[in-house]
């Protein structure tokens, strides 16, 4: 079954860090363009980072020098390590795959990042 | 960055009615557009890929169409499982956006 998993999630204070997993069954990671989505309690959805196969990767302009998306590819694992963290920063974190044909076809249940003292 | 606006934010209908869902792009973004349907505590369900291709296993009752910058998704003959927030999202360039939801509610 194709499926993701996210972990790594709970209550930071501001300006600390955490990491956040996705572990992928059924596909490999490495070959396909993943992608990390947030959504703030009651809000919309918003494209957070995102890896290409090649490696190449790609920030939103909010979270662009605090957050890092990589890949452990032994493990087929997608990870996105969120640094300096802020209120605004709190959210339910997705990972999914793609774009492909302009979409993200599979998605994990997804995870709560809180921020706060 | 591109804007995504639905519209309407939300729409109140009955079970068996024909509902549109509009999305317009503040750039042209060829047919890189996807819909996503989302219930509440769960995770974004791909709908519709290169605005009007069905997702394997979605029902044919959902379609999609548009191109540039006006695109639809049509619900057509609403089941009790549509009642959910549904939302556009582009994959022309980044960053990746999407709109701020349509709440389809029941009538």
């Known amino acids: 079954e194709v499926q993701l998993v996210e972990s790594g999630g709970g209550l930071i204070q501001p300006g600390g860090s955490l990491r956040l997993s996705c572990a992928a069954s059924g596909f490999t990671v490495s070959s396909n363009y993943m992608t990390w989505v947030r959504q703030a309690p009651g809000k919309g959805l918003e494209w957070v980072s995102g890896i290409y196969s090649d490696g190449r990767t790609y920030y939103a302009d909010s979270v662009k020098g605090r957050f890092t998306i990589s890949r452990g590819d032994s493990r087929n694992t997608l990870y996105l390590q969120l640094s300096s963290l802020r209120a605004e920063d709190t959210a339910v974190y997705y990972c999914?795959?793609?774009?492909?044909?302009?979409?993200?076809?599979?998605w994990g249940q997804g995870t709560m990042v809180t921020v706060s003292s | 960055d591109i804007q995504l606006t639905q519209s309407p934010s939300s729409v109140s209908a009955s079970v068996g009615d024909r509902v549109t869902i509009t999305c317009r792009a503040s750039q042209g973004i060829s047919s890189w557009l996807a819909w996503y349907q989302q219930k509440p505590g769960k995770a974004p369900k791909l709908l519709i890929y290169a605005a009007s291709s069905l997702q394997s296993a979605v029902p044919s009752r959902f379609s999609g169409s548009g191109s540039g910058t006006d695109f639809t998704l049509t619900i057509s003959s609403l089941q009790p499982e549509d009642f959910a927030t549904y939302y556009c999202?582009?994959?022309?360039?980044?960053?990746?956006?999407f709109g701020q939801g349509t709440k389809l509610q029941i009538k």
């Open positions: 999914a795959r793609g774009p492909w044909m302009s979409a993200f076809d599979i």
């Open positions: 999202q582009q994959g022309n360039s980044f960053p990746y956006t």
